[in-house]
């Protein structure tokens, strides 16, 4: 979610802040506080849209049935020096990018504040702080067009960047640039740094940290815009370079497009709208509500859409229209949450306590009397934390923990080398779900509950008490196997079969895998899928 702050002043050139409009923009689906200077909204991530204030202002115009439908823009092509050249090199370090050229541009103090504001929200958000895409603005009379987007040697490399009157090297810029040390990891580590360079072999940036101060910075009075979004998904940098473009075009600005060269030729931006099959029969069944055509016809434009005999045309700039879902959020919120009845379903039906989840309260109570803590971690893990080839990565990932876990065994370890400090014994258990890949399955993702003790110090004598315990309790017969397990002492580990079947493991850690987690004290691991309960 993302704050932001729209100068009173300026928003009420356009809008009248009454007590009315206030509560319209909530039911917008934006939580709006107005103070002397300032209106504030809660923008969701959904809607990036929402984040230049004149974004915010088209789509509440269509919203208040002011501009109804997807308003059109005029593209002016590329003249003829509006080239972007893609070298090759970029391919592995950063390789898309989008960009634009708006003229015209009457621009004030405050606008660039917003096209500033709008550049850091869409960073920390869709750009994943940069990481994902970053965006940036250049006043075009600084720059000599062809433009070549290129990466090159950090040794290469060096010019002033924004804020800083010396030339700088790119390391220099890494270590010592206060942006430079902010976003140091996204390229540190990298053999080749990519950059925009003009005709003039003049440095204007060095995505995703910094512009340069000859050719990066604009002012009021400048009059043309070079805009690049850069990053690593194509799709998604389109899209936000037409937020950007069309934002600037309700303050006057005429837009053209730039002619991309990745040894194939493409024009960015582009306006083409894509489209949705939906009918009033699938809104009804999803909202409760009895909504004909052509009410369909009426509430879409509302939300900037166009609607014509089941076929939705979706605004460009829109980034979070992925099924029929989102456009029917959107008919909800222009038909009212407010006008929505709730309605008690009428159906014949006794709650009951999931039998799943039945048992693992029981198996809660049980560990927990036998002198067991149970833990709770999170899903993910750290690509390190695992020697597994075949982990499920989770994209877009805000942090280091960007894949699924294949074991609770994993963050049972993290738990402890956190605490290796406390007082021993230390008796551990989780209850939850472990991921693998299954290609029958819908997603190509099995999730399976798992349970997983952890004893230190342990061995396995001990930790087969707990296993007869548990299974005594659900009258198991089982028998152990000796067998081979990853990160266990070879000749003390074995399987646990049930009805012939392996259905988990136990065995004491191996010293290797103490040492690896930095564990003091010896370990053992009792883990059983929970469905051999059954």
């Known amino acids: 979610m993302a704050n932001i702050q729209f100068p009173r002043k300026e928003i009420e050139k356009y809008l009248k802040l009454t007590q009315e409009t206030i509560d319209k923009i909530t039911l917008f689906g934006t939580q709006a506080e107005l103070s002397d200077e300032h209106l504030e909204i809660e923008i969701y991530p959904n ?32 003249e003829k020096n509006y080239k ?7 391919k592995e370090i950063r390789p898309y990018t989008a960009c634009a050229i708006v003229k015209n541009l009457k621009l004030s103090s405050e606008s660039i504040k917003d096209i500033m504001n709008t550049q850091e929200k869409l960073h920390a958000t869709l750009g994943r702080n940069r990481k994902k895409l970053a965006i940036g603005t250049y006043p075009l009379e600084k720059i000599k067009l062809p433009i070549t987007y290129i990466a090159k040697k950090p040794e290469q490399i060096s010019f002033i960047p924004l804020g800083e009157k010396k030339l700088m090297t790119a390391k220099e810029i890494l270590s010592q ?35 340069s101060t000859e050719t990066g910075q604009i002012t009021e009075k400048t009059e043309e815009i070079f805009i690049e979004c850069s990053g690593f998904d194509l799709e998604l940098c389109k899209k936000i370079l037409i937020i950007l473009v069309t934002s600037l075009a309700e303050i006057g600005g005429k837009i053209y497009q ?58 460009p700039w829109r980034t979070d229209i992925l099924n029929k879902i989102d456009i029917i959020e959107d008919i909800a919120i222009a038909y009212g949450y407010d006008k929505l009845i709730p309605q008690i379903p009428n159906v014949c039906t006794i709650g009951a306590e999931d039998t799943t989840e039945e048992k693992k309260n029981e198996l809660t109570e049980l560990l927990i009397g036998l002198g067991l803590q149970e833990i709770t971690s999170l899903h993910l893990i750290k690509e390190s934390e695992s020697d597994t080839s075949d982990l499920i990565e989770i994209k877009n990932s805000k942090t280091e923990f960007n894949y699924l876990r294949p074991s ?54 001990e930790t087969k008490k707990i296993l007869d315990y548990i299974l005594k309790k659900y009258t198991k017969e089982y028998t152990l196997k000796e067998s081979s397990v990853p990160l266990c002492i070879e000749g003390r580990a074995a ?7 392996k259905e988990g493991y136990i065995g004491e850690l191996h010293p290797e895998t103490l040492i690896n987690w930095n564990l003091k004290m010896s370990a053992a691991v009792l883990e059983l899928n929970l469905s051999a309960l059954d």
């Open 47 to 78: 809607r990036p849209d929402l984040i230049p204030m004149q974004g915010f202002l088209r789509a509440f115009k269509a919203f208040e049935g002011k501009e109804k439908g997807i308003k059109k823009y005029k593209l002016n092509k590329p």
């Open 84 to 90: 972007i050249k893609v070298d090759h090199s970029v």
């Open 177 to 211: 640039h206060p942006k430079g040390k902010e976003f140091a990891e996204l390229l540190s580590k990298k053999p080749i740094y990519p950059l925009f360079i003009d005709a003039n072999k003049k440095i204007l940036s060095m995505p995703p940290i910094i512009n």
């Open 258 to 315: 730039m002619e991309l060269d990745y040894g194939k030729k493409e024009l960015t931006p582009s306006f083409e709208t894509e489209t949705m099959k939906l009918t009033p029969e699938e809104v009804n069944k999803t909202l409760g509500v009895t909504l004909k055509e052509k009410d369909l016809e009426k509430l879409l434009p509302r939300m900037e859409y166009e609607y014509h005999k089941g076929t939705v045309k979706i605004p």
């Open 408 to 461: 609770l065994l994993i963050p049972a370890l993290r738990t402890l080398a956190t605490n290796k400090d406390n007082e021993y014994p230390q008796k551990i258990f989780e209850l939850g779900k472990v991921f693998k890949k299954n290609k029958n399955t819908e997603t190509g993702v099995e999730e399976i509950e798992k349970i997983t003790i952890v004893l230190t110090p342990g061995n396995v004598t």
């Open 495 to 501: 399987e646990i079969i049930i009805n012939g079947k």
